[in-house]
């Protein structure tokens, strides 16, 4: 069960490839494209494998854009089918999207920020340059990227930042110091970052290391990255007797509520902490995709995220969902009893 949204009907207005693997998509809703914070998501209605399911992007710039909100895709290969969706929408397509909004909002306040971006990560950092840029404020951009042909938007912040941008091609060798950067930034200054996995962990780690506040680095990430490939693993509910496995393309919030479990879920990227289940027992590697619990937490593996945490090593695991009274739907035998019938 998703928290409520205002959900809009709209058309694509334009695509165009910004960089190998990314592609631009400009969304005009009906009655025209609304103001948005900075760092905000646009939720999209995708088909993925003819069932209708949700996918979330950030919106690029810091306004509507020649009367769209406007978004960039990555084509994961092989991915939960998202993006393949996205990609094949041409010009006149009609889509259902919610109004954006955000969990990474920009400090109204803020005077000297580092930025920092890694791969398709860019998107939401873009609106907060120009916003940063617009106020006069202090403001360093880290980008990095395979190589530089997989960086997007380059054309338009070269000419906004100058020698603000900084490009890290892992193609030649350039690679990051966090560091480095975080010792630049004056002591009450903030670094916002949207990359990997593996990126945030390395920044949470160095900003630890600098001894400065935690509310100065904000964060979020997308829920494919991971420390392991996506494979299909067990998952069960003792409490309701449902067994049943999460496939490769698959997340477990969505083989849970296949199975007749009602998970509570909203941002769908390992954020907000709604769809937080119980680890009752696992078997294999836990890979924690979330940016929701602590590196403590992570460890201790007594809960995690299901719209974005996997199993790896083929593994299994067992769970216990919050009780709410309405979960599940169905009770497990109820659920084979329907399958083997064809109700």
Same mark, same amino acid.
């Given at each position: ?6 959900w809009?009907?709209a058309?694509?207005?334009?695509t165009? +490839?910004v960089a190998?693997?990314?592609r631009?998509?400009?969304?005009? %809703?009906?009655?025209?494209?609304t103001?948005? %914070?900075t /760092? ?9 494998d003819g069932?209708? +399911?949700?996918?979330?992007y950030s919106?690029v710039g810091d ?8 978004i960039a895709?990555?084509?994961?290969q092989p991915? @939960?089918?998202?993006s393949q969706y996205m990609w094949?929408l041409?010009?006149g397509?009609?889509l259902?999207?919610? $109004?954006? +909004?955000?969990?990474?909002?920009? *400090?109204r306040d803020?005077?000297d920020?580092?930025l ?6 860019? $998107?939401?950092?873009?609106?907060? =340059?120009?916003?940063?840029?617009r106020r ?5 951009l880290? &980008?990095?990227a395979?190589t @530089?042909?997989?960086?997007a938007f380059?054309d ?7 020698d603000?941008?900084?490009?890290f091609?892992? =193609? ?5 110091? !966090?560091a480095?950067e975080?010792?630049?930034?004056s002591?009450?200054?903030e670094?916002?970052i949207c990359?990997p ?13 600098t001894g #400065?506040p935690?509310?100065g680095?904000? &964060? ?5 990255s991971g #420390? ?5 693993f ?5 409490r309701f007797g ?7 393309n698959s ?6 509520t296949?199975a007749?479990?009602d998970? !509570?879920?909203?941002c769908? @990227?390992?954020?907000?902490g709604l769809?937080v289940?119980?680890?009752v027992?696992?078997k /294999?590697?836990i +890979?924690h @995709?979330d ?10 593996? $007594?809960?995690l ?5 996997r199993? =790896?090593?083929g593994?299994?695991i *067992?769970?216990? %969902? ?11 035998p109820?659920?084979q009893?329907m399958?083997?019938t064809?109700a």
């Open positions: 069960m998703r928290a409520e949204r205002d809009t009907n058309t694509v207005k334009a165009r +490839d190998d693997g990314i631009e998509i400009l969304i005009a %809703p009906e009655g025209g494209a103001s948005f %914070p /760092g905000s998501h646009l939720a999209v209605r995708v088909l993925v069932k209708s +399911d949700l996918r979330h919106v306004e509507p854009f020649s009367g769209c909100w406007r895709v990555k084509l994961e991915g @939960r089918g998202g094949t041409q010009p397509a009609r259902e999207v919610a $109004t954006p +909004d955000t969990h990474f909002e920009l *400090s803020v005077t920020v580092l920092i971006a890694g791969g398709i990560g860019i $998107t939401p950092m873009v609106g907060m =340059a120009q916003a940063l840029m006069g404020a202090q403001v360093r880290c &980008y990095a395979r @530089r042909a997989h960086m380059v338009e912040l070269q000419p906004l930042l100058g603000r941008l900084a490009l091609d892992a =193609a030649e060798g350039q690679m990051m110091n !966090l480095q975080f010792a630049k930034l002591p009450h200054g670094v916002y990359g996995i593996g990126l945030l962990e390395a920044a949470r780690k160095a900003w630890a290391d #400065r935690r509310t680095l904000v &964060y979020e990430t997308f829920g494919s #420390r392991f490939a996506s494979e299909p067990t998952v069960k509910v003792p449902i067994e049943t496995i999460v496939p490769e997340s477990l919030l969505d083989a849970l296949a007749g479990v998970v !509570l879920y909203d769908k @990227r390992g954020e907000c769809c289940v119980d680890i027992e696992a /294999g590697t +890979d @995709r940016v929701f619990f602590s590196d403590h937490q992570h460890d201790a593996n $007594t809960q995220c299901t719209c974005v945490s199993v =790896a090593g593994g299994s *067992s769970v216990d %969902p919050p009780y709410r009274g309405d979960s599940p739907l169905l009770s497990g109820e659920i009893k399958a083997a064809g």
